[in-house]
Structures are given as C-alpha cells and as structure tokens.
C-alpha cells in the first residue's frame, strides 16, 4: 500500500508542472494623467514581454485599493512583443496618487509577476 501512494504521489506531481511564467521586461507608463473629455483618466504605456512556455493572451491590471482588476487584450496571442497600451480609470477615481499592478496571463492562466506602478491624476 505505501508503494502505490508513492507511484501515484509521483505522477500527480510529474503531471502537474506548472509551465514558466511571462517575463515584463520593460515597462513604462504615464506618470500622470488628466481628466480627459470623455469623463475618462487615460493612462498610457509601453510594455515589452517574453514567454517561453507559452502564448501571452492578456494583461492584467490590478488596484489594489478598488479591489478592482481588468484585463485587456481579449485577442493578444503572442510569444513575446513590444506593444502600446492604455489603462482607463473612471472620472470620479479620487485625484492623486493611485497604485496599480500590471501583469501578464499566458494562454493557460499562469501569470507574471507584477509590476507596481503609480500614476497622479490630475
């Protein structure tokens, strides 16, 4: 009995790799933002990625102090890119300082580690 708990421990653990995670290699974001006409914070950005493992599909935005999160790039399916992007944050986000976390999602739901970034809405 203890020999076929350790057969089977063994596979469940060889089965169950988890595959590398999306790498951020470059991030840069708009240190400050202004209401803009529409009643929209535009926030805009750059980010370069790598994934080896697999398809990066989304990116995940995070604030912390909303408890609110978003993702955008619904059609992103790419191994690695530099590409411009933009986080929206509604009209009536207090002004000042807000903290936020970009991340990455590949095709099979393994995220990146974040990145915090600040933005002043002005």
Do not use: W
Not at 29 to 40: I, K, Q, Y
Not at 93 to 121: C, F, I, K, Q, W
């Amino acid at each position: 009995m203890k020999t076929i708990f350790v057969l089977l421990s063994a596979g469940l653990v060889a089965g169950c790799m988890v595959s590398p995670a999306p790498v951020i290699d470059d991030l840069r974001m708009s240190p400050t933002a202004t209401l803009g006409a529409d009643g929209v914070y535009h926030v805009r950005g750059s980010i370069s990625f790598h994934s080896e493992a697999s398809l990066v599909s989304k990116i995940r935005i995070a604030i912390p102090k909303t408890a609110q999160t978003y993702e955008l790039g619904s059609n992103l399916s790419v191994r690695g890119d530099t590409m411009d992007f933009e986080v929206q944050l509604h009209g009536q986000t207090p002004r000042g300082v807000v903290t936020y976390d970009v991340s990455l999602l590949d095709a099979h739901g393994v995220p990146s580690e974040s990145r915090r970034m600040l933005v002043t809405l002005q």
